[in-house]
T-cell receptor
Framework: NAGVTQTPKFQVLKTGQSMTLQCAQD?????MSWYRQDPGMGLRLIHY???????DQGEVPNGYNVSRSTTEDFPLRLLSAAPSQTSVYFC?????????????FGSGTRLTVV | KNEVEQSPQNLTAQEGEFITINCSYS?????LHWLQQHPGGGIVSLFM???GKKKHGRLIATINIQEKHSSLHITASHPRDSAVYIC???????????FGTGTRLTIIP
């Protein structure tokens, strides 16, 4: 089925470990973004990309890296996991930004850092 | 940054009731998004609107650009409507969305 695929669904990391959250879409969407969702807070933008080779920081980028080598994939890398990065992470994509763009979200990754 | 506030935070209603969820934002925008987050955690985009009203089934979204206010209405509510409803508005251009904290809706049979 077409959509946004996120892997893994669940992950437990030890403090200091690194890992990559995968996000792939097959809708030829130009815009992709990563959010984290914490209790009592709205979704917050980590990083986003408006096309292959172009990335930019969102509201909470510290401790995370991204790259966009292809239109389809937008992985999120945790460089050295910290307990403060325990959260639910969502990847989203849209055809473009602007008035006509609706978002498609992945199913989320629940990350726990111990 | 666009400040986005939703009310109420929690809403419990009986099946069949008319539901209204409100969203206010601080900075003029080109379009506002309404999303639904299922109890299992998945997020679905419901509406994106820049003026007036949009309708999809029993869901109606309205926006008043001058008042910087939007509402999401659900007619003839049903237990399957139980979810968290989230509004989001662009900040710093259309590439960045600021999300409200959501309204948790519970419909009792």
């Amino acid at each position: 089925n077409a959509g946004v695929t996120q892997t893994p669904k669940f992950q437990v990391l030890k403090t200091g470990q690194s890992m990559t959250l995968q996000c792939a879409q097959d809708m030829n969407h130009e815009y992709m973004s990563w959010y984290r969702q914490d209790p009592g807070m709205g979704l917050r933008l980590i990083h986003y990309s408006v096309g292959a080779g172009i990335t930019d920081q969102g509201e909470v980028p510290n401790g995370y890296n991204v790259s966009r080598s292809t239109t389809e994939d937008f992985p999120l890398r945790l460089l050295s996991a910290a307990p403060s990065q325990t959260s639910v992470y969502f990847c989203a994509s849209s055809f473009t930004v602007g008035q006509a763009a609706g978002y498609t979200f992945g199913s989320g990754t629940r990350l726990t850092v111990v | 940054k666009n400040e986005v506030e939703q009310s109420p935070q929690n809403l419990t209603a009986q099946e069949g009731e008319f539901i209204t969820i409100n969203c206010s934002y601080s900075v003029g925008i080109s379009a506002l998004h309404w999303l639904q987050q299922h109890p299992g955690g998945g997020i679905v985009s419901l509406f994106m609107l820049s003026s007036g009203k949009k309708k999809h089934g029993r869901l109606i979204a309205t926006i008043n650009i001058q008042e910087k206010h939007s509402s999401l209405h659900i007619t003839a509510s049903h237990p399957r409507d139980s979810a968290v409803y989230i509004c989001a508005a662009p900040s710093f251009g259309n590439e960045k969305l600021t999300f409200g904290t959501g309204t948790r809706l519970t419909i009792i049979p």
